[in-house]
């Protein structure tokens, strides 16, 4: 079946450099796009949301970009922290679909001093 | 603000026991509310969601099942735990419309023995 999935399991990002986790999207009725941040043993957390009809949003130290054409979704994180070591997921939601948000597998991000 | 409760933070319990894991939501009304389950280094997968008291929708078929006695409350059961039913139970919400986000509790580890 149609579903978000992400192309690196694990990224390894030295502190003060900018991360990229990308994500890949199969279903074209997808019109929202969130981003969450999961630490060991908790629940995860909002980061930043997109609707599919803009291509880029930035937040605090974070940038999300959505290109349709290719159905791929990034996060981009400046000047990474320890603190952002997490696993990243991107959730889609598709249209008419009261709000269900389908996740993909998630990414391991490391941050090394 | 809105808060959602989540417990108990973590549980064991043996093979064929009873399950009831509870969560409510504080600080808003008529909100959807989603059980997700979370195997190890896995994407979040939803087992049930309501959009209503009473008013239950399953996503996969399990050894689990949900109520929703209350608006602000959702209750994730199971009469005889399988092995297989271990894993990380997350309970979410979110307001009853379309693109928006989901906000999540901390979490249930459930490990079954």
């Known amino acids: 079946g149609e579903s978000v999935g992400l192309h690196l399991p694990t990224l390894s990002v030295q502190e003060g450099d900018n991360s990229i986790i990308n994500c890949a999207y199969s279903n074209s009725a997808s019109d929202y796009f969130i981003w969450y941040k999961q630490e060991s043993g908790k629940g995860p957390q909002f980061i930043i949301d997109i609707r599919s009809n803009m291509d880029k949003r930035q937040g605090q130290r974070v940038t999300v970009l959505l290109n349709k054409t290719v159905k791929h979704l990034s996060l981009q994180i400046a000047a990474t922290q320890p603190g952002d070591s997490a696993v990243y997921f991107c959730?889609?939601?598709?249209?008419?679909?009261?709000?269900?948000?389908?996740f993909g597998a998630g990414t391991q991000v490391v941050v090394t001093p | 603000s809105q808060t959602i409760h989540q417990w108990p933070a973590t549980l064991v319990q043996p093979v064929g026991s009873p399950l009831s894991l509870e969560c409510t939501v504080e600080g808003t009304s008529n909100p959807n509310l989603y059980w997700y389950r979370q195997a190890a280094g896995r994407g979040l997968q939803l087992l049930f969601y309501s959009v209503g008291i009473g008013q239950i929708s399953s996503e996969v078929p399990q050894n689990l099942s949900a109520s929703r006695p209350q608006d602000r409350q959702f209750i994730l059961s199971s009469k005889k735990l399988l092995l297989s039913d271990s894993g990380f139970y997350l309970c979410?919400?979110?307001?009853?419309?379309?693109?928006?986000?989901?906000?999540f509790g901390q979490g249930t580890r459930l490990t079954v023995v």
């Open positions: 979410a919400w979110s307001r009853g419309v379309t693109n928006t986000e989901a906000f």
């Open positions: 959730a889609e939601n598709i249209r008419n679909s009261w709000g269900k948000l389908q």
